[in-house]
Protein backbone atom coordinates (compact mmCIF):
# COMPACT_ATOMS: atom_id res chain seq x y z
CA UNK A 1 0.00 0.00 0.00
CA UNK A 2 1.70 3.53 -1.68
CA UNK A 3 1.89 6.15 1.84
CA UNK A 4 -0.80 8.26 -0.34
CA UNK A 5 -3.21 4.98 -0.12
CA UNK A 6 -2.72 4.63 3.89
CA UNK A 7 -3.33 8.71 4.00
CA UNK A 8 -6.72 7.71 2.64
CA UNK A 9 -7.49 4.78 4.94
CA UNK A 10 -6.55 6.86 7.77
CA UNK A 11 -7.85 10.20 7.12
CA UNK A 12 -10.63 11.38 9.96
CA UNK A 13 -13.80 13.04 9.14
CA UNK A 14 -12.06 16.49 9.96
CA UNK A 15 -9.56 15.83 7.23
CA UNK A 16 -12.05 14.84 4.95
CA UNK A 17 -13.94 17.71 5.56
CA UNK A 18 -11.05 19.74 4.93
CA UNK A 19 -10.51 18.35 1.48
CA UNK A 20 -13.72 19.57 0.51
CA UNK A 21 -12.75 22.69 0.73
CA UNK A 22 -9.61 22.81 -1.30
CA UNK A 23 -12.33 23.06 -4.30
CA UNK A 24 -11.96 20.38 -7.62
CA UNK A 25 -9.36 18.71 -9.20
CA UNK A 26 -6.67 20.20 -11.38
CA UNK A 27 -6.98 21.63 -14.35
CA UNK A 28 -6.69 18.79 -17.47
CA UNK A 29 -6.34 21.39 -20.29
CA UNK A 30 -8.68 23.26 -22.73
CA UNK A 31 -12.47 23.04 -22.52
CA UNK A 32 -13.67 20.72 -25.47
CA UNK A 33 -17.23 20.71 -25.41
CA UNK A 34 -18.48 17.32 -26.26
CA UNK A 35 -20.55 17.41 -29.60
CA UNK A 36 -23.94 15.55 -28.57
CA UNK A 37 -24.61 13.45 -25.95
CA UNK A 38 -27.34 12.43 -23.61
CA UNK A 39 -29.77 14.10 -21.51
CA UNK A 40 -29.44 13.98 -17.59
CA UNK A 41 -31.01 16.01 -14.91
CA UNK A 42 -30.47 15.84 -10.84
CA UNK A 43 -30.14 17.92 -7.80
CA UNK A 44 -27.84 20.68 -6.31
CA UNK A 45 -28.39 19.74 -2.33
CA UNK A 46 -27.19 21.06 0.99
CA UNK A 47 -30.54 21.69 1.47
CA UNK A 48 -32.20 21.79 -2.14
CA UNK A 49 -30.56 25.13 -3.75
CA UNK A 50 -32.71 27.37 -6.00
CA UNK A 51 -31.05 29.39 -8.25
CA UNK A 52 -27.68 27.94 -8.09
CA UNK A 53 -25.88 27.60 -11.00
CA UNK A 54 -24.61 24.32 -12.54
CA UNK A 55 -22.26 23.51 -15.50
CA UNK A 56 -20.31 20.84 -16.97
CA UNK A 57 -16.17 21.34 -15.86
CA UNK A 58 -14.70 19.77 -18.87
CA UNK A 59 -10.99 21.45 -17.48
CA UNK A 60 -11.84 20.45 -14.28
CA UNK A 61 -10.46 24.12 -12.85
CA UNK A 62 -13.91 24.07 -10.62
CA UNK A 63 -14.58 27.59 -12.88
CA UNK A 64 -17.27 28.03 -15.25
CA UNK A 65 -15.33 28.91 -18.51
CA UNK A 66 -16.66 29.86 -21.65
CA UNK A 67 -18.20 26.97 -23.50
CA UNK A 68 -19.08 24.80 -20.70
CA UNK A 69 -22.34 24.17 -20.65
CA UNK A 70 -24.74 25.42 -17.77
CA UNK A 71 -27.95 25.92 -16.45
CA UNK A 72 -30.21 27.09 -13.12
CA UNK A 73 -31.71 24.88 -10.73
CA UNK A 74 -35.36 25.31 -10.24
CA UNK A 75 -36.51 25.81 -6.33
CA UNK A 76 -36.34 22.15 -5.42
CA UNK A 77 -32.70 22.23 -6.39
CA UNK A 78 -33.49 20.50 -9.70
CA UNK A 79 -31.01 20.97 -13.05
CA UNK A 80 -31.58 19.55 -16.28
CA UNK A 81 -29.24 19.08 -19.19
CA UNK A 82 -31.23 18.31 -22.41
CA UNK A 83 -28.38 16.68 -24.29
CA UNK A 84 -28.95 18.04 -27.80
CA UNK A 85 -25.95 19.28 -30.05
CA UNK A 86 -24.74 22.67 -29.07
CA UNK A 87 -26.75 22.87 -26.21
CA UNK A 88 -27.09 21.03 -22.80
CA UNK A 89 -24.70 18.43 -24.72
CA UNK A 90 -23.40 16.23 -22.64
CA UNK A 91 -20.11 13.64 -22.56
CA UNK A 92 -20.64 10.11 -23.62
CA UNK A 93 -17.34 9.35 -21.93
CA UNK A 94 -15.94 10.57 -18.11
CA UNK A 95 -14.52 13.68 -19.24
CA UNK A 96 -16.00 16.17 -16.84
CA UNK A 97 -17.41 16.40 -12.93
CA UNK A 98 -20.63 18.59 -12.84
CA UNK A 99 -20.19 21.84 -10.48
CA UNK A 100 -22.58 23.27 -8.51
CA UNK A 101 -22.02 27.62 -7.85
CA UNK A 102 -24.14 30.39 -6.35
CA UNK A 103 -25.39 32.70 -8.51
CA UNK A 104 -24.31 35.87 -8.59
CA UNK A 105 -26.39 39.07 -9.65
CA UNK A 106 -25.67 42.66 -11.48
CA UNK A 107 -24.10 43.80 -8.04
CA UNK A 108 -22.13 40.64 -7.50
CA UNK A 109 -24.41 39.48 -4.62
CA UNK A 110 -25.50 35.68 -4.00
CA UNK A 111 -29.35 34.74 -5.34
CA UNK A 112 -29.07 31.50 -4.77
CA UNK A 113 -31.41 29.98 -1.73
CA UNK A 114 -31.40 27.26 0.44
CA UNK A 115 -35.04 26.33 1.60
CA UNK A 116 -33.64 24.24 4.82
CA UNK A 117 -32.97 27.87 6.13
CA UNK A 118 -34.92 29.91 4.23
CA UNK A 119 -32.04 32.54 3.20
CA UNK A 120 -29.89 33.25 0.73
CA UNK A 121 -26.39 31.27 0.66
CA UNK A 122 -23.02 32.34 -0.40
CA UNK A 123 -19.88 31.03 -1.70
CA UNK A 124 -20.90 27.52 -2.18
CA UNK A 125 -18.98 25.00 -4.63
CA UNK A 126 -20.20 21.84 -4.46
CA UNK A 127 -18.88 18.87 -6.87
CA UNK A 128 -20.04 15.71 -8.18
CA UNK A 129 -17.33 13.43 -9.57
CA UNK A 130 -16.96 11.76 -12.80
CA UNK A 131 -15.95 8.06 -13.34
CA UNK A 132 -17.58 4.61 -13.49
CA UNK A 133 -19.03 4.97 -10.43
CA UNK A 134 -21.43 8.10 -11.28
CA UNK A 135 -22.00 7.37 -14.39
CA UNK A 136 -23.80 10.69 -16.34
CA UNK A 137 -25.49 9.26 -19.24
CA UNK A 138 -28.91 9.63 -19.00
CA UNK A 139 -28.49 9.41 -14.94
CA UNK A 140 -29.88 11.55 -12.21
CA UNK A 141 -26.79 12.75 -10.13
CA UNK A 142 -26.93 14.60 -6.58
CA UNK A 143 -24.34 17.91 -6.18
CA UNK A 144 -23.47 17.79 -2.38
CA UNK A 145 -21.31 18.28 0.29
CA UNK A 146 -20.91 14.65 -0.11
CA UNK A 147 -19.99 14.55 -3.38
CA UNK A 148 -17.69 17.18 -3.22
CA UNK A 149 -15.48 15.65 -0.17
CA UNK A 150 -15.45 12.24 -2.79
CA UNK A 151 -14.45 14.39 -5.74
CA UNK A 152 -11.59 15.62 -3.52
CA UNK A 153 -10.43 12.27 -2.47
CA UNK A 154 -10.75 10.98 -6.62
CA UNK A 155 -8.30 14.56 -7.12
CA UNK A 156 -5.90 13.44 -4.98
CA UNK A 157 -5.59 9.50 -5.63
CA UNK A 158 -6.41 9.36 -9.82
CA UNK A 159 -6.24 5.40 -8.87
CA UNK A 160 -8.91 5.85 -6.26
CA UNK A 161 -13.02 5.16 -7.97
CA UNK A 162 -15.83 6.69 -7.20
CA UNK A 163 -17.32 3.37 -5.50
CA UNK A 164 -14.29 3.36 -3.31
CA UNK A 165 -14.11 7.13 -2.61
CA UNK A 166 -17.90 6.64 -1.81
CA UNK A 167 -16.83 3.75 0.99
CA UNK A 168 -14.21 5.95 2.60
CA UNK A 169 -16.87 9.06 2.96
CA UNK A 170 -19.44 7.33 4.53
CA UNK A 171 -17.38 5.47 6.83
CA UNK A 172 -16.15 8.96 7.56
CA UNK A 173 -19.11 10.57 8.09
CA UNK A 174 -20.43 7.53 10.56
CA UNK A 175 -22.60 5.94 7.80
CA UNK A 176 -22.78 2.55 9.03
CA UNK A 177 -23.16 -0.87 6.86
CA UNK A 178 -26.56 -1.14 7.24
CA UNK A 179 -27.22 2.66 6.15
CA UNK A 180 -25.42 1.85 2.90
CA UNK A 181 -27.65 -1.92 2.65
CA UNK A 182 -31.18 0.73 3.33
CA UNK A 183 -30.32 2.37 0.57
CA UNK A 184 -27.83 5.33 1.78
CA UNK A 185 -25.17 5.90 -1.27
CA UNK A 186 -23.86 9.58 -1.14
CA UNK A 187 -23.66 9.84 -4.51
CA UNK A 188 -27.22 8.76 -5.68
CA UNK A 189 -28.56 9.25 -2.01
CA UNK A 190 -31.56 11.97 -2.40
CA UNK A 191 -32.83 13.29 1.31
CA UNK A 192 -35.54 15.35 -0.53
CA UNK A 193 -37.19 13.14 -2.10
CA UNK A 194 -40.63 13.15 -3.61
CA UNK A 195 -41.31 9.56 -4.52
CA UNK A 196 -44.25 8.31 -2.38
CA UNK A 197 -43.72 5.90 0.24
CA UNK A 198 -44.99 4.39 3.21
CA UNK A 199 -44.84 2.02 6.24
CA UNK A 200 -41.02 0.75 7.07
CA UNK A 201 -39.68 2.22 3.57
CA UNK A 202 -40.79 5.65 4.41
CA UNK A 203 -39.40 5.58 8.35
CA UNK A 204 -36.02 4.06 6.93
CA UNK A 205 -35.93 6.78 4.42
CA UNK A 206 -36.60 9.37 7.18
CA UNK A 207 -33.91 8.43 9.10
CA UNK A 208 -31.38 8.35 6.68
CA UNK A 209 -32.62 11.59 4.90
CA UNK A 210 -32.42 13.19 8.37
CA UNK A 211 -29.11 11.73 9.06
CA UNK A 212 -27.90 12.60 5.65
CA UNK A 213 -29.07 16.46 5.99
CA UNK A 214 -27.67 16.55 9.18
CA UNK A 215 -24.60 16.05 7.94
CA UNK A 216 -24.75 17.76 5.10
CA UNK A 217 -24.88 21.16 7.02
CA UNK A 218 -22.23 20.10 9.49
CA UNK A 219 -19.60 19.90 6.10
CA UNK A 220 -20.93 23.09 5.17
CA UNK A 221 -20.43 24.62 8.69
CA UNK A 222 -16.94 22.89 8.74
CA UNK A 223 -16.06 24.10 5.11
CA UNK A 224 -17.22 28.15 5.87
CA UNK A 225 -14.88 28.33 9.06
CA UNK A 226 -12.15 27.14 7.57
CA UNK A 227 -12.55 29.43 4.80
CA UNK A 228 -13.22 32.31 6.79
CA UNK A 229 -10.14 31.60 9.18
CA UNK A 230 -8.49 30.98 5.57
CA UNK A 231 -9.38 34.44 4.90
CA UNK A 232 -8.41 36.32 8.00
CA UNK A 233 -5.16 35.07 8.02
CA UNK A 234 -4.85 36.54 4.57
Given at each position: MSRKNKFLV??????????????????????????????TSGKAQSGPLNNATVFLDYNFNGVW???????ITDENGIYKFDGDV????????????????????????????DSTIGGIVSNITLIAPSGVGNAFNGGSVMVTPATTMISNLMALDASLSATDAQTKVSTALGFTAADIANGFNPLTFDAFSAIPMSGA??????AL??????????????????????????
Open positions: GVSPLGLLALSACGGGSSSGGITPAASGSADAGETKTGYGALPTSNTYQIVVTTTQDAFNQSITTELATYDALKAEKTSKKIMTVVNTLAAAAEGSG
